[in-house]
């Protein structure tokens, strides 16, 4: 079954560093497109960026551009996104998520699978 | 940008009624509307996928409809593990974005 695992979650300054993994298994991981999703203590969901299933392409939020950076290592099954110059308001926990085949024309795919999440916390 | 508002913001329901969430598009979306359930402390499960399609494994009593700019979700016969809170998400172009969320209670 479709598994996917967070980590890298944790306690961190304004302005310092810190990067997350998603382990994936189950599937193909190789194939498929890959999302971060963010969720604020009590808030909605929040897109944060997407890689293309070989790395080639990469798109973020305006929120995060400049500042965080998604990346895969298919030989290793495993999604990063590496988050520097952290502000209070990336409080959240993050989720990666798996983008579906297409499967309908002219229309794009869902996040079909989505880990557990894990909570970043920016504090002095 | 395309915003997604979904309404109602908060619906309180007694066991087997009907539920009924609107999300509209700030622009044309076409099929590219998709519907997640989220329950406390648990990461969000897809539900319906491409507006109209229930995803594998979701009970019949949810149903999508809908395209271009309006969509709407329909829990029918509601049951008590239904609450939750559900989002609207669009997969049209980026970036990507998610309506604000309906929280469903059980009276």
């Known amino acids: 079954q479709v598994q996917l695992v967070e980590s890298g979650g944790g306690v961190v300054q304004p302005g310092r560093s810190l990067r997350l993994s998603c382990a994936a298994s189950g599937f193909t991981f190789s194939s498929y497109a890959m999302h971060w999703v963010r969720q604020a203590p009590g808030k909605g969901l929040e897109w944060v960026a997407v890689?293309?299933?070989?790395?080639?392409?990469?798109y973020y939020a305006d929120s995060v551009k400049g500042r965080f950076t998604i990346s895969r290592d298919n030989s290793k099954n495993t999604l990063y996104l590496q988050m520097n110059s952290l502000r209070a308001e990336d409080t959240a926990v993050y989720y990666c998520?798996?983008?579906?085949?297409?499967?309908?024309?002219?229309?794009?795919?869902?996040?079909?699978?989505w880990g557990q999440g894990t909570l970043v916390t920016v504090s002095s | 940008e395309i915003v997604l508002t979904q309404s109602p913001d908060f619906q309180s329901v007694t066991p087997k009624e009907k539920v009924t969430i609107t999300c509209r598009a700030s622009?044309?979306?076409?099929?590219?509307l998709h519907w997640y359930q989220q329950k406390p402390d648990q990461s969000p499960k897809l539900l319906i996928k491409?507006?109209?399609q229930s995803f594998s494994g979701v009970p019949s009593r949810f149903s999508g409809s809908g395209s271009g700019t309006d969509f709407t979700l329909t829990i029918n016969s509601l049951e008590a593990e239904d609450a939750a809170t559900y989002y609207c998400h669009q997969s049209s172009s980026l970036p990507q974005t998610f309506g604000q969320g309906t929280k469903v209670e059980i009276k």
């Open positions: 622009q044309s979306i076409g099929s590219s």
């Open positions: 491409y507006a109209s």
């Open positions: 890689i293309s299933y070989d790395g080639s392409n990469k």
């Open positions: 998520a798996r983008e579906g085949f297409v499967v309908v024309v002219a229309a794009t795919p869902p996040l079909d699978y």
